[in-house]
């Protein structure tokens, strides 16, 4: 039986003070995903805290992308748990460790060089909520591997869970919610120069990851590596990189595949769509819940602000048509995000 609502939606501006954290059963490393990613023109991530706003979305796309695949790896270290290779696109291999209290970094290896620590780096607890913070110490060996010759690696690391706000990409997806996770290391490195003599280097870098309800893996990653050395005239090389992830199919908390394609999403127990697109007073949303579910349905603006709530509440398996008058809102870019039980789906719209 299809229901039939007709609403007159008023604003709403409740602030939504869930805090966002990581979880095992959510966001850990899986064998056989593969993630497409897009890099963008870096911005100052600026400082950590709750409530803020990052409005990337202005940022350019560039050339370069980076894939990332997780491949299974179970010679890693010699334990029971599941041990992760990370080839980003060919250029290196990241060796992780999943447990379902941490993932941990052990080290990473390219063509020509290859790194392992005695203990690894805790880059993420589960589950990790703002405010907590992993300390410990880096200590590790450098390889050559043509020469066999290897060089120590000292240091510290800082794994913390540091902000917390609304995040805007350049695809137009607004994620309220999010939670921001800073990875910071300071070492010392001795590499070897091209004529042979060893020269050392401190290191420092971040890696600041964006953790959205709903999905698994990092929805921006912004890296900032800082190289200094006394090669007689205080020598440093600072690189700054952002990279954001939009991808085609998307994987929630289920596992279960989401095809998006012009406005209609698939998903194994539900479907829906929005038009018209663009839109000028009126939009349809149909919903097809095929199972009971906690449901919301909001309008968002391209601050992250939810200036129009649709729906919110537990629904029934059956057939839903919302008609939205949003006469009263002006023209632009929105997003309509849709909210079923704990995954998250949105699709960006044009008010004329």
């Given at each position: 039986?299809?229901?039939?609502?007709?609403?007159?939606?008023?604003?709403?501006?409740?602030?939504?003070?869930?805090?966002?954290?990581?979880?095992?059963?959510?966001?850990?490393?899986?064998?056989?995903?593969?993630?497409?990613?897009?890099?963008?023109?870096?911005?100052?991530?600026?400082?950590?805290?709750?409530?803020?706003?990052?409005?990337?979305?202005?940022?350019?796309?560039?050339?370069?992308?980076?894939?990332?695949?997780?491949?299974?790896?179970?010679?890693?270290?010699?334990?029971?748990?599941?041990?992760?290779?990370?080839?980003?696109?060919?250029?290196?291999?990241?060796?992780?460790?999943?447990?379902?209290?941490?993932?941990?970094?052990?080290?990473?290896?390219?063509?020509?060089?290859?790194?392992?620590?005695?203990?690894?780096?805790?880059?993420?607890?589960?589950?990790?909520?703002?405010?907590?913070?992993?300390?410990?110490?880096?200590?590790?060996?450098?390889?050559?591997?043509?020469?066999?010759?290897?060089?120590?690696?000292?240091?510290?690391?800082?794994?913390?869970?540091?902000?917390?706000?609304?995040?805007?990409?350049?695809?137009?997806?607004?994620?309220?919610?999010?939670?921001?996770?800073?990875?910071?290391?300071?070492?010392?490195?001795?590499?070897?120069?091209?004529?042979?003599?060893?020269?050392?280097?401190?290191?420092?870098?971040?890696?600041?990851?964006?953790?959205?309800?709903?999905?698994?893996?990092?929805?921006?990653?912004?890296?900032?590596?800082?190289?200094?050395?006394d090669c007689k005239c205080a020598c440093s090389n600072?690189?700054?990189?952002?990279?954001?992830?939009?991808?085609?199919?998307?994987?929630?908390?289920?596992?279960?595949?989401?095809?998006?394609?012009?406005?209609?999403?698939?998903?194994?127990?539900?479907?829906?769509?929005?038009?018209?697109?663009?839109?000028?007073?009126?939009?349809?949303?149909?919903?097809?819940?095929?199972?009971?579910?906690?449901?919301?349905?909001?309008?968002?603006?391209?601050?992250?602000?939810?200036?129009?709530?649709?729906?919110?509440?537990?629904?029934?398996?059956?057939?839903?048509?919302?008609?939205?008058?949003?006469?009263?809102?002006?023209?632009?870019?929105?997003?309509?995000?849709?909210?079923?039980?704990?995954?998250?789906?949105?699709?960006?719209?044009?008010?004329?």
């Amino acid at each position: 039986m299809k229901k039939i609502y007709t609403l007159a939606l008023s604003l709403f501006a409740a602030a939504n003070i869930f805090a966002q954290s990581v979880t095992y059963d959510c966001n850990a490393l899986r064998a056989g995903d593969v993630r497409n990613l897009k890099q963008m023109e870096y911005q100052d991530p600026g400082k950590g805290g709750t409530g803020l706003i990052w409005d990337f979305s202005q940022s350019k796309e560039l050339k370069e992308g980076m894939t990332l695949r997780q491949a299974e790896n179970r010679a890693v270290t010699n334990n029971k748990n599941l041990n992760l290779i990370c080839d980003e696109g060919g250029v290196k291999n990241t060796l992780f460790e999943i447990s379902k209290t941490q993932k941990m970094y052990w080290g990473l290896e390219n063509s020509s060089v290859k790194i392992r620590f005695n203990e690894p780096i805790v880059d993420l607890k589960f589950p990790f909520y703002y405010g907590e913070k992993v300390e410990g110490i880096m200590d590790g060996v450098y390889s050559y591997l043509n020469s066999g010759k290897e060089e120590s690696i000292k240091g510290t690391y800082t794994t913390q869970a540091d902000a917390t706000g609304t995040l805007l990409l350049p695809d137009g997806n607004v994620y309220k919610n999010v939670l921001r996770v800073k990875v910071e290391k300071k070492y010392n490195q001795t590499f070897q120069n091209i004529g042979g003599s060893n020269e050392e280097y401190q290191i420092s870098s971040i890696r600041y990851q964006y953790f959205a309800e709903g999905v698994r893996y990092p929805v921006l990653i912004v890296l900032e590596t800082e190289i200094k050395t006394d090669c007689k005239c205080a020598c440093s090389n600072k690189t700054k990189e952002a990279y954001y992830e939009t991808p085609a199919l998307q994987f929630g908390e289920s596992g279960k595949e989401i095809i998006s394609e012009k406005g209609n999403t698939l998903i194994e127990n539900f479907e829906y769509s929005v038009s018209p697109n663009p839109f000028e007073n009126d939009l349809r949303i149909a919903l097809s819940l095929r199972k009971n579910a906690k449901v919301e349905i909001d309008l968002v603006d391209m601050s992250g602000k939810t200036v129009k709530q649709i729906v919110s509440g537990k629904l029934e398996k059956s057939d839903y048509v919302y008609n939205a008058s949003a006469s009263d809102i002006a023209a632009g870019n929105y997003i309509i995000r849709l909210k079923i039980d704990k995954e998250v789906y949105s699709n960006k719209l044009v008010k004329k």
